[in-house]
């Protein structure tokens, strides 16, 4: 649903039998948190906002003690397929304000906001379709998670040997339901592994998007008995789990990775130039880093136009290039933060007039010492990624260095 007034809402609920709102935002990992309200409630939600214990969620406590409210996004309303049908459950995501209705500093999905307001007045926007990762393992009897992957397929294999291609039809079914378009989906490389891969759309709804995708993974994955992991490295022998940004920049509805070349290029060196000072934003938790380097997950900060195993691709289909893949991030990012900080980087690389380095076309496999040797690396753990960010003049002098000093600060107390 899109442009929807607070009366066109408060007139769905009534007529499409809702009983529960649930007002969802997420905390500083990205996982979602939720509050459900009755529908009597429902005005007073966008008027006042609703009130929560803000020091109990990661990220949204702070020395002041400040009253934080939930104001829902009315754009973001989807009738949640799973629940039951007979007084039935929707969810919209929400902004986090203050009493007097002034944004929190630190809810990263104003942040983001405020980003593609800067984009805006730079004369371009960008859209960002994802591609997510995820394993399928085994349950015991009281349904707990086992690290038993649900089957031993491999790339792109097919039933029996995968056996998850049911529950990923679900999945995919679902996800329509709810506005999201999947692509692709697939048995990835690792046993029990799965990839959904969806549609393209302005950055805001595709960071809505990958916190809706994840709790449909979760929840069809708990409905057919199996338990869905987004962990960066859930097994130490097995590919892990990447989630792959796919961008392209447009100026109306002309792309610009095809009409200014010059204009792209400085918006993904941008990006590239600063992959050291960004990375935390990316991969939050201490085993993203065992990922880097393994299977075809990235280790060197290069690019390619055909490589799968560089950080970044820029594919060339018939002589054109109409977007870029970014390879390192996991999902378990905050998805907000991650994408504003990642246009920031870009925004940096526009005003600056940045430049690619020459494109690296070997297969990580067939690096040589002596070549990789004079590549730059992503920091390969937590605390190098840590103090990359803390000495970096992209972050720490930049006009968001609250938000991102208020990250690094509870980053670095939970490691």
């Not at 499409?16 to 990992?29: E, G, M, P, Q």
């Not at 950055?203 to 987004?230: C, H, M, P």
Request: glycine letters at 6%.
């Amino acid at each position: 649903m899109s442009n929807l007034s607070v009366e066109d809402i408060i007139d769905f609920v009534e007529e499409n039998d809702v009983k529960f709102i649930r007002l969802a935002f997420c905390d500083l990992y990205g996982t979602q948190k939720n509050i459900s309200i009755m529908p009597q409630e429902l005005r007073h939600a966008f008027e006042e906002g609703v009130n929560f214990d803000s020091f109990l969620i990661l990220g949204y406590h702070d020395g002041d003690s400040q009253d934080l409210f939930l104001k829902p996004d009315p754009d973001t309303l989807h009738i949640l397929p799973w629940r039951p049908q007979s007084g039935r459950v929707v969810r919209m995501y929400c902004d986090v304000v203050l009493a007097d209705g002034t944004p929190f500093t630190y809810d990263y999905r104003n942040f983001l906001k405020e980003t593609l307001n800067e984009c805006e007045k730079a004369g371009f926007s960008t859209r960002m379709g994802l591609k997510s990762e995820f394993y399928l393992f085994k349950t015991d009897e009281d349904g707990n998670p086992t690290k038993e992957p649900f089957d031993n397929g491999g790339y792109l294999d097919v039933a029996p040997s995968d056996k998850g291609e049911n529950i990923r039809r679900e999945i995919c079914l679902t996800l329509e339901e709810m506005g999201i378009i999947p692509q692709t989906s697939h048995h990835e490389r690792g046993p029990g592994q799965n990839e959904i891969d969806f549609m393209s759309a302005d950055v805001l709804t595709t960071a809505d998007n990958l916190v809706t995708y994840k709790n449909v993974v979760e929840n069809i994955a708990a409905r057919n008995g199996v338990y869905a992991s987004f962990d960066p490295l859930p097994l130490e022998d097995a590919p892990g789990n990447g989630l792959h940004i796919k961008m392209a920049n447009y100026k109306g509805n002309v792309n610009l990775q095809t009409s200014d070349e010059d204009f792209s290029e400085s918006f993904m060196a941008g990006i590239l130039n600063r992959m050291r000072d960004i990375t935390l934003f990316l991969n939050c938790r201490r085993d993203s880093y065992n990922r880097f380097g393994m299977a075809e997950a990235p280790k060197y900060i290069t690019w390619s136009s055909q490589n799968n195993s560089r950080l970044f691709r820029v594919p060339e289909i018939n002589g054109k290039r109409d977007h870029f893949i970014l390879r390192s991030p996991d999902s378990c990012i905050n998805p907000y933060l991650a994408s504003a900080i990642i246009l920031q980087a870009g925004l940096a690389g526009i005003k600056n007039k940045e430049k690619l380095p020459p494109a690296l076309e070997v297969n990580s496999r067939f690096l040589t010492e002596d070549r990789s040797a004079y590549l730059e690396m992503l920091p390969l753990s937590i605390e190098e990624a840590i103090e990359c960010a803390e000495n970096s003049e992209f972050i720490t002098k930049s006009s968001f260095s609250e938000v991102t000093q208020r990250y690094i600060d509870i980053i670095k107390s939970y490691i």
